[in-house]
């Protein structure tokens, strides 16, 4: 038997459908949230009668369900009425006004934007916006680098609804102090699921995407279990996975608990957002950068030596890269100059990350 025969056939795959298992697909419903959507939809609630909605600021450590919840109530709305135009923008990768502007005009469906200055495109929009309703959801709001929009907003949108996203609310304790009282933010809290949620929310995951009877449950309780205590449903989606692809990989017919152990060793491969999941020379990279924010990649490497360092380059511009991949810090290509292209890497996330 060669090594491919081995393994299972594509008929024999333990995986019903991979994609209930992606970060970003969008169950049908979001259980465990629905104080949470009820809450959103009572700010958006005035806009049915003409009216301004209110404004909130939603805020949660990572993997709770915020993201989720949000656009579920979004989605459910587009279906619900076409007087209210619903807008998301995740301000990690639109960080500045003019993208959020051009996002705007991309979202809806103004194409002219070329040549355009910020003011010239946002006069375009309001129009059409000011015509119906808006709400608005900007994710990661505290990785935008300038208000300037939420200020045109304000004062250019007659109706609308402002929804923040953020992992800690002392970005919101700390924002100006003007643009503050114009929102009049209501906080919502999105607290770590229990146990029972996560083993809830996991099962249902794995109903869609695993044939039936296929995981152990010993080998599922892990699962859960482990995801409980890091709380955050993007690494059981992960565990649940790794453990189906290890399993088949041993051309296993089931998804033992051994399996399970085995994926959950490999967490710390994956998304981890607290500095806490860090490992140790993660940890000293990132803590290099917070002293040597907006430097070159290669001068970087040499203080990393200099300190004692191990390891060749590739594998410090890896470590780079999945410190950048996990938000810990930002990194932006440079063109051109004498030494040709090279990587500025910022520190960019400060340590409010491990206090939600
Ligand atoms: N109640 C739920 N029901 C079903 N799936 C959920 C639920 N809560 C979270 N998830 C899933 O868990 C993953 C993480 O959720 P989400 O992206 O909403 O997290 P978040 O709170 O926005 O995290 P972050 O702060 O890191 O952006 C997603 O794949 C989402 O579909
Ligand atoms: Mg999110």
């Given at each position: 038997m060669g090594i491919f025969d081995r393994m299972l056939g594509d008929s024999e795959s333990l995986f019903m459908d991979p994609v209930p298992l992606d970060?970003?697909?969008?169950?049908?419903?979001?259980?465990?949230?629905?104080?949470?959507?009820?809450?959103?939809?009572?700010?958006?609630?005035?806009?049915?009668?003409?009216?301004?909605?209110?404004?909130?600021?939603?805020?949660?450590?990572?993997?709770?369900?915020?993201?989720?919840?949000?656009?579920?109530?979004?989605?459910?709305?587009?279906?619900?009425?076409?007087?209210?135009?619903?807008?998301?923008?995740?301000?990690w990768q639109k960080n500045t006004t003019f993208k959020i502007v051009i996002e705007l005009c991309d979202q809806l469906d103004y194409k002219f934007t070329h040549n355009k200055k910020t003011e010239e495109l946002f006069n375009i929009v309001q129009k059409d916006l000011n015509k119906k309703s808006v709400v608005f959801c900007f994710d990661?709001?505290?990785k935008v680098e300038d208000l300037d929009f939420l200020y045109m907003l304000l004062e250019q949108i007659y109706r609308k609804t402002i929804i923040m996203i953020t992992n800690y609310k002392s970005w919101a304790i700390e924002m100006d102090e003007r643009i503050k009282s114009r929102l009049s933010l209501e906080f919502l809290e999105f607290r770590k699921y229990t146990p029972a949620e996560v083993t809830g929310i996991l099962k249902e995951r794995l109903r869609y995407a695993f044939?039936?009877?296929?995981?152990?449950?010993?080998?599922?309780?892990?699962?859960?279990?482990?995801?409980?205590?890091?709380?955050?449903?993007?690494?059981?989606?992960?565990?649940?996975?790794?453990?189906?692809?290890?399993?088949?990989?041993?051309?296993?017919?089931?998804?033992?608990?051994?399996?399970?152990?085995?994926?959950?060793?490999?967490?710390?491969?994956?998304?981890?957002?607290k500095t806490a999941e860090l490992k140790d020379d993660e940890q000293a990279i990132l803590d290099l950068i917070k002293n040597n924010s907006g430097k070159k990649i290669g001068d970087l490497f040499s203080i990393y030596k200099e300190k004692g360092g191990e390891g060749v380059y590739k594998t410090f511009q890896r470590k780079i890269?999945?410190?950048?991949?996990?938000?810990?810090?930002?990194?932006?290509?440079?063109?051109?100059?004498?030494?040709?292209?090279?990587?500025?890497?910022?520190?960019?996330?400060?340590?409010?990350?491990?206090?939600?």
């Open positions: 970060y970003d697909f969008m169950p049908k419903l979001v259980p465990y949230r629905e104080k949470e959507q009820q809450q959103i939809a009572v700010a958006i609630k005035p806009l049915f009668s003409n009216r301004n909605g209110k404004n909130i600021l939603i805020h949660g450590p990572p993997g709770v369900g915020k993201t989720v919840a949000v656009r579920h109530v979004l989605n459910e709305l587009g279906e619900k009425t076409d007087d209210i135009i619903p807008i998301y923008i995740n301000t990661e709001i505290d044939v039936p009877d296929v995981w152990q449950p010993e080998a599922f309780n892990i699962a859960a279990e482990k995801t409980a205590e890091i709380g955050d449903i993007r690494t059981g989606l992960y565990i649940l996975r790794e453990a189906g692809n290890i399993a088949e990989n041993r051309a296993s017919r089931k998804i033992e608990s051994k399996d399970t152990e085995e994926a959950i060793k490999k967490i710390s491969e994956m998304k981890v957002k890269e999945f410190l950048s991949r996990n938000k810990f810090i930002s990194t932006e290509k440079q063109l051109g100059g004498t030494e040709g292209t090279t990587t500025i890497v910022k520190y960019e996330r400060d340590a409010k990350l491990d206090e939600y």
